[in-house]
Antibody
Framework: QVQLVQSGAEVKKPGASVKVSCKTS????????MNWVRQAPGQGLEWMGR????????EYAQKFQDRVTMTRDTSISTAYMEVNSLRSDDTAVYYC?????????WGHGTLVTVSS | DIQMTQSPSSLSASVGDRLTITCRAS??????LNWYQQKPGKAPKVVIY???SLESGVPSRFSGSGSGTDFTLTISSLQPEDFATYYC?????????FGPGTTVDIK
């Protein structure tokens, strides 16, 4: 069965960086775009960007263009998302989500808390 | 970017009620519209994809319709497990965008 297992919760200080992992199983990792979606506390869903695991080509939402890097390691079927220069308003749950016409499988989410 | 709006933002309903949520896109997205259900503390789950296709395993009381800019999600007879927040999302073009959500709670 398809599974997306994310790394654990993180607490970071403003200005720091965080890297979240999304380990996949149960399907051909290179065959589906992996997306990252975040959700601030009590707020809606926000698409951050995506990576083509086959080519490594990325596409980011404009607001994240300068601070977010998405990568992958095909040898271990894992996607990564790094956010730099963290601010308090980056406090959110970060989800990885496979895309096949829709976000059909999601990770369980990783809470990133940014606090001094 | 394509803007997505939803109405209502919240509603109270009873078990057995028929429920309709509306989603509107700022430009035509043809049928590239998906609906997600999210319960507190959980990841979203797709219920309808491509505007009107029922995701595998989702009860048939859920249905979707529309194309172009106007879409609806209907739950024909609300069940206790359906109380949640529902989001529409366009997959016509990147950046993919979500509606602000509709929270369905118990009357």
């Amino acid at each position: 069965q398809v599974q997306l297992v994310q790394s654990g919760a993180e607490v970071k200080k403003p200005g720091a960086s965080v890297k979240v992992s999304c380990k996949t199983s149960g399907y051909t990792f290179a065959g589906y775009y992996m997306n990252w979606v975040r959700q601030a506390p009590g707020q809606g869903l926000e698409w951050m960007g995506r990576i083509n695991p086959n080519s490594g080509v990325t596409e980011y939402a404009q607001k994240f263009q300068d601070r977010v890097t998405m990568t992958r390691d095909t040898s271990i079927s894992t996607a990564y998302m790094e956010v730099n220069s963290l601010r308090s308003d980056d406090t959110a749950v970060y989800y990885c989500a496979r895309f096949e016409g829709a976000f059909d499988y999601w990770g369980h989410g990783t809470l990133v808390t940014v606090s001094s | 970017d394509i803007q997505m709006t939803q109405s209502p933002s919240s509603l109270s309903a009873s078990v057995g009620d028929r429920l309709t949520i509306t989603c509107r896109a700022s430009q035509s997205i043809r049928s590239y519209l998906n609906w997600y259900q999210q319960k507190p503390g959980k990841a979203p789950k797709v219920v309808i994809y491509a505007a009107s296709s029922l995701e595998s395993g989702v009860p048939s009381r859920f249905s979707g319709s529309g194309s172009g800019t106007d879409f609806t999600l209907t739950i024909s007879s609300l069940q206790p497990e359906d109380f949640a927040t529902y989001y529409c999302q366009q997959s016509y073009s990147t950046p993919f965008t979500f509606g602000p959500g509709t929270t369905v709670d118990i009357k």
